[in-house]
């Protein structure tokens, strides 16, 4: 039979309306695939087919996640598609298909002896871990306007996973939390819900301008550090093995050095 590949965007959107439409086309799943993006290199004799995210498809498969296969489990494939790996849109689809069909359910995630379910298993692990860190490094600076500000820099897609977190002990700030890798801004409007922005030209981070205060404590701060710092215990290769330089780049106790 031929092979099948559902071509689709790199976001959760695009690869749930992608498991819809393999559902939809009523098909052998063994000869059905989910892609990401296009490749250089096409296989022969294999079909391909781009998927337009929709939202609707997108909240359908949702609810059938979180019904079939448990909360847990939803959030878990949640945090496999924002980790940066390329098979992660097959992998997904293939769990997703055994969950559905094989009576695994809310067990699905622990049958790690599939490779599919493994890699799932694990980019999921990868998220959390670094969502996790992320509550710990994330640093502030407060604008003229008084909009708190931070840009971070992570190996995953992490905004969906941090801002709950910072809203729910935040809420009554304005506050951005903007990730330099992919261009995106979780943005939190004080006493509302936070939301998720696309800006390619970095537009609202160049618009803000941090206030004459908010340098004096970055000031403070950084002495304050240095003050604390034992020069004679100072060891670079432990500092970075327990804070990489990925993650002191984006600190403002790091800068300037």
């Not at 790199?10 to 296009?38: K, N, V």
């Amino acid at each position: 039979m031929e092979e099948k590949y559902l071509i689709c965007e790199d976001s959760i959107e695009g690869i749930f309306t992608g498991i819809y439409e393999a559902y939809a086309l009523r098909e052998s799943h063994e000869h059905l695939h989910i892609q990401i993006g296009e490749e250089e290199n096409l296989k022969l004799f294999a079909n391909y087919v781009n998927i337009v995210p929709d939202s609707v498809k997108t909240v359908k498969v949702a609810e059938t996640l979180r019904k079939r296969l448990g909360e847990e489990t939803y959030l878990d494939i949640c945090r496999a598609l924002a980790a940066e790996d390329r098979r992660k849109g097959e992998a997904v689809y293939k769990s997703v298909v055994i969950g559905l069909s094989q009576g695994s359910g809310k067990r699905v995630l622990e049958n790690l002896i599939n490779p599919n379910i493994e890699l799932v298993f694990r980019l999921a692990r990868n998220t959390a871990n670094e969502s996790y860190r992320f509550l710990e490094v994330v640093r502030f600076k407060e604008s003229k306007e008084g909009i708190l500000f931070s840009k971070i820099g992570p190996k995953c897609n992490v905004i969906p996973f941090i801002m709950p977190h910072f809203s729910d002990r935040l809420p009554m700030e304005n506050f951005i939390i903007y990730d330099d890798i992919r261009n995106i801004y979780g943005v939190h409007p004080a006493g509302k819900d936070w939301y998720i922005v696309s800006d390619t030209e970095k537009t609202i981070e160049n618009l803000l301008e941090m206030s004459e205060k908010e340098c004096e404590y970055q000031e403070l701060f950084t002495m304050f550090c240095d003050t604390i710092a034992i020069k004679e215990r100072k060891n670079l290769k432990l500092q970075q093995q327990m804070l990489p330089l990925r993650f002191q780049e984006y600190m403002v106790e790091f800068e300037n050095k």
